[in-house]
């Protein structure tokens, strides 16, 4: 049972992660992943990450760089569970580049909706943040502000949440955007700059971004094209 509001776990399931497909994962795929069981699911979706290809039971939603462009190539959108669990895997695969307008509006049409319709009991996510721009191993471009806004999101739509760490290979940008999170989730306001402590030893000055991506503005239309699939 979990009992509290909300709980952040600063690792990653071992073995298989939560995902609709048959193959098992590798390192270096950049998702925000979500975990949706009703009551009836709760221990298994929590317990048996391996079965959730097969559960009805089980919603999960991934919102990832596009499998084409990137190891190991999975996660298309025709990869939506097996079996009973037949529709109840959605991927959403998003081409590099994507930044945090075109990646929020992508979450605003696909995760709500699924959400409100299935209305889990409790929604366990994967926070990868090899989402950012200056991740070295993918190409997504959010900010760390496009990540607190995805927090916030989730935090709007979950009755209860459990989040694990996820993806995420800049030293920089992990522990700020991890600080972020568990903001969001408990409800604490963070100060703008880093600890003095933290600056000496880490370097940095501020708890956001000092700087932004330059986006490709003609991906908007391909990404909404992408979305209209769904």
């Not at 193959?23 to 992943?33: F, K, T």
């Not at 959108?77 to 669990?85: A, F, W």
């Amino acid at each position: 049972d979990v009992r509290g509001e909300q709980l952040l776990g600063p690792v990653r399931p071992a073995g298989r992660r939560p995902r609709p497909v048959r193959d098992p994962p590798s390192g270096g795929r950049p998702a925000d992943r979500h975990l949706l069981p009703p009551p009836a699911a709760r221990t298994a979706g929590l317990r048996r990450f391996e079965a959730l290809d097969d559960l009805d039971r089980v919603l999960t939603i991934s919102i990832h760089q596009d499998g084409r462009t990137l190891f190991p190539g999975t996660g298309g959108l025709d990869e939506i569970g097996r079996s009973k669990g037949k529709g109840f895997g959605v991927n959403l695969p998003l081409p590099p580049g994507t930044g945090d307008e075109i990646y929020l509006w992508a979450f605003d049409q696909i995760v709500p909706p699924l959400v409100t319709r299935f209305r889990p009991d409790v929604v366990v996510t994967q926070l990868g943040v090899d989402t950012h721009f200056l991740d070295p191993l993918a190409e997504l471009m959010l900010t760390t502000r496009g990540q607190e806004a995805v927090f916030r999101r989730l935090a709007r739509l979950a009755p209860r949440w459990l989040a694990l760490g996820g993806g995420g290979y800049n030293i920089d940008v992990v522990p700020r955007a991890w600080s972020l999170a568990l903001g969001v989730m408990t409800g604490v306001e963070l100060p703008p700059e880093l600890p003095l402590e933290y600056r000496q030893h880490y370097g940095g000055t501020t708890l956001h971004d000092d700087s932004s991506p330059r986006l490709d503005p003609d991906l908007q239309a391909g990404v909404r094209e992408i979305v209209g699939d769904r």
